[in-house]
T-cell receptor, first 116, second 115 residues
């Protein structure tokens, strides 16, 4: 079964610091990769996604992620964080799970706190 | 364009009671997903439907949990009887198709507390 690991449970940064959140998955086949963000008290929103093509994906609000197939990783980055980026970030992997179905598996999330 | 609508937003009830969570997917979406979010286990897929038909319910924790989708615009997740360990945030999501390159859109979630 596929699994998704997010290395950091809670990250605390000062404004303008650079951000990198790790995500690794275990699945040997073709995958679609996603990062979702959950702002305090709000629902999950799609930040960016990778399906194929350029492994460097640019999303909303200045976020980007790089798919490194050899490392089974899809790390999320932002060069300069803002206080409004305080949220919980979820990495997700969608892969074929057999019998014609696909399964979306989430990591446990990384809570980001940005200090003004 | 209305997103995925879940109700209630919060529910607090005593153990042993029946709990029903409701979801209205985005109009035109034909796949619907129920997730549970807890601190210990993160986000877990419970069940998903395609064209109102349950496709994979392997994530449903036990027989106390059941889900239905009587039509394309409505789904319920029922817990009977409820237990304190069922306390979590339950999310419903929908997408245009189960296996195409379409992301899932999430509702605001139902925060369930079982006393």
């Amino acid at each position: 079964a596929q699994s998704v690991s997010q290395h950091n449970h809670h990250v605390i940064l000062s404004e303008a610091a650079s951000l990198e959140l790790g995500c690794n998955y275990s699945y040997g086949g073709t995958v679609n990769l996603f990062w979702y963000v959950q702002y305090p008290g709000q629902h999950l929103q799609l930040l960016l996604k990778y399906f194929s093509g350029d492994p460097l994906v640019k999303g909303i609000k200045g976020f980007e992620a790089e798919f490194i197939k050899s490392k089974f990783s899809f790390n999320l980055r932002k060069p300069s964080v803002q206080w409004s980026d305080t949220a919980e970030y979820f990495c997700a992997v969608r892969a074929y799970s057999g019998a014609g179905s696909y399964q979306l598996t989430f990591g446990k999330g990384t809570k980001l706190s940005v200090i003004p | 364009d209305a997103g995925v609508i879940q109700s209630p937003r919060h529910e607090v009830t005593e153990m042993g009671q029946e709990v029903t969570l409701r979801c209205k997917p985005i109009s035109g979406h034909n796949s619907l997903f129920w997730y549970r979010q807890t601190m210990m286990r993160g986000l877990e897929l419970l069940i998903y439907f395609n064209n109102n038909v349950p496709i994979d319910d392997s994530g449903m924790p036990e027989d106390r949990f059941s889900a239905k989708m009587p039509n394309a615009s409505f789904s319920t997740l029922k817990i009977q009887p409820s237990e304190p360990r069922d306390s979590a945030v339950y999310f419903c999501a929908s997408s245009l198709a189960r296996d195409s390159n379409q992301p899932q859109h999430f509702g605001d979630g139902t925060r369930l507390s079982i006393l």
